[in-house]
């Protein structure tokens, strides 16, 4: 293939034996462009997929002279095979997992009653996001904060009760026989990550590195001193940081260099994702390809609608298929089942499971908390969309969808369409702008700034198009930014 400038330049740097870092736009041939290194090369890689679905993909497309898996994957063969046994276990309740571990009563902090159901939920949650993290014990840091125990003090309170339970959850999954915590595959790859493992290979490419893992970045990192490291992701669209995922790209100690031409859309395209590339202060900007047509202007059928949130996104399909449409919702609707199934469990007086919702006894207390309480903001949609629709008209709907292929439209949240494209493309209305703070001034001739991590997540979403993008629910950046508006044909 003619390689771009940029792409030469990746590669001679590649062929000297540099590390290198490839900051990767939106539609820049990030994969393709890994591909024509390892194929420019007789030595022997690795590469480092985001998941199994794109290391399957990436199988066909590099030389056989290069291993294409996940992290878990190599976990696995090094350490997670010898809890094979142990994968295959039974899915038990968290607050029968409690009961194991001594976690039997419950516990007042301030005046909330913390149930042990809850309790035993968030001394699992505080195992697993220590799996997520590069540290080596297990501390107050990665208790998870629960809705209605925001306050440091209360938090902290929370934490040193459940930080005996949560280490004795760890020192039970370190056996290799049953135990009382059912293991999962982050656990090995976490038991992988403490034993410092050298990966054999000439080089090692990391794929989507502004969404690493901390785990993975660590045994990625430690290999720099046998191995050449190539990684390759887009630092604006880091839009992971709220689960634990780290950008390592920026101040990774190596060469760094740029993929800015766009082979999936035209100029006009790029002209609107360079917007909010300097909305969310990334240096990068895109160059569309001349030869692709793409347009923005309204889309009365797209192909795609892409929402904010989960919320928003139930409120598209109940919306669409009212409108006579099959609907497809990437990823499924089992988040949604469960969220419907806690408002119904919290309406009919009975206590919610779902871990946003624990601590709520009742559909009024929840309603309160996210009409009046700034923690409670974000959940303000779903009470919106329960008390309009009813949880069993969510239900029915979830039950309608039909897988992807079948559908003549697909809804997504803007997170889990990260990687994917679709000819044309509508934003969904619940791309809200951020409220202003205090501090701001509210005068019509200053204009508010723009989260930038808002501004990164809209990247995202309006680079998912080929052929035409409605900008419907991010239109108001006309208006919100202060800058020109770019030509819509």
């Not at 590069?134 to 840091?141: E, F, L």
């Not at 709220?242 to 760094?256: E, Q, Y």
């Not at 409605?470 to 020109?484: C, T």
């Amino acid at each position: 293939m003619n390689l771009t400038d940029e792409q030469a330049s990746a590669a001679d740097t590649f062929q000297g034996g540099h590390h290198l870092a490839l900051q990767a736009g939106a539609g820049t041939g990030k994969t393709t462009t890994l591909a024509l290194l390892a194929h420019s090369t007789k030595r022997r890689g690795r590469y480092l997929a985001y998941n199994r679905a794109i290391a399957q993909d990436a199988r066909a497309r590099f030389p056989a002279t290069v291993a294409c898996k996940t992290a878990h994957s190599l976990a696995y063969a090094a350490v997670g095979h010898r809890y094979a046994r142990r994968l295959n276990a039974p899915r038990r309740p968290a607050w029968r997992t409690g009961h194991a571990l001594g976690l039997t009563d419950l516990m007042y902090i301030g005046d909330r009653e913390i149930s042990q159901r809850t309790l035993a939920n968030a001394a699992l949650r505080t195992v697993t996001r220590f799996c997520h993290t590069a540290d080596r014990i297990i501390s107050n840091r990665h208790v998870p904060r629960l809705r209605g125990l925001e306050d440091e003090e209360l938090h902290a309170e929370l934490a040193d009760h459940l930080l005996p339970f949560a280490r004795r959850a760890w020192m039970d999954l370190q056996h290799f026989g049953d135990g009382a915590v059912r293991f999962d595959h982050d656990h090995y790859l976490k038991i992988w990550a403490l034993t410092q493992p050298r990966i054999e290979a000439d080089f090692l490419l990391l794929d989507e590195a502004q969404d690493t893992n901390p785990v993975v970045e660590q045994v990625f990192l430690a290999q720099g001193d046998h191995t050449q490291l190539v990684m390759v992701g887009d630092s604006a669209q880091a839009i992971y940081q709220w689960r634990g995922a780290k950008d390592v790209m920026n101040g990774f100690d190596g060469t760094h260099l740029t993929l800015t031409q766009s082979f999936r859309f035209g100029p006009h395209l790029a002209t609107e994702a360079n917007r909010w590339l300097s909305l969310a202060s990334a240096p990068l900007r895109l160059t569309g390809t001349e030869s692709i047509p793409t347009e923005l202007g309204p889309v009365d059928r797209p192909d795609a609608v892409l929402c904010r949130t989960n919320v928003g996104a139930m409120a598209q399909v109940m919306q669409l298929m009212a409108q006579g449409r099959r609907v497809g919702l990437v990823g499924g609707g089992q988040g949604l089942r469960n969220l419907a199934l806690a408002a119904r469990d919290l309406k009919e007086g009975r206590r919610a499971n779902h871990p946003e919702l624990l601590l709520f006894t009742s559909w009024g207390d929840l309603q309160e908390y996210a009409t009046y309480d700034p923690g409670g903001r974000d959940l303000q949609p779903f009470v919106d969309l329960v008390d309009t629709h009813g949880p069993d008209a969510i239900l029915a709907a979830v039950a309608r969808l039909v897988p992807e292929e079948a559908a003549e439209v697909t809804v997504s949240t803007a997170h889990k369409a990260k990687g994917r494209e679709w000819g044309s493309v509508r934003i969904a209305r619940d791309f809200e702008p951020s409220p202003p703070s205090d501090a701001e001034d509210a005068g019509p001739t200053a204009p508010r700034p723009i989260n930038e991590s808002e501004a990164r997540l809209a990247y995202v979403a309006v680079t998912r198009t080929r052929q035409r993008l409605d900008l419907g629910g991010l239109s108001w950046v006309d208006e919100r930014s202060g800058d020109a508006a770019p030509q819509h044909r």
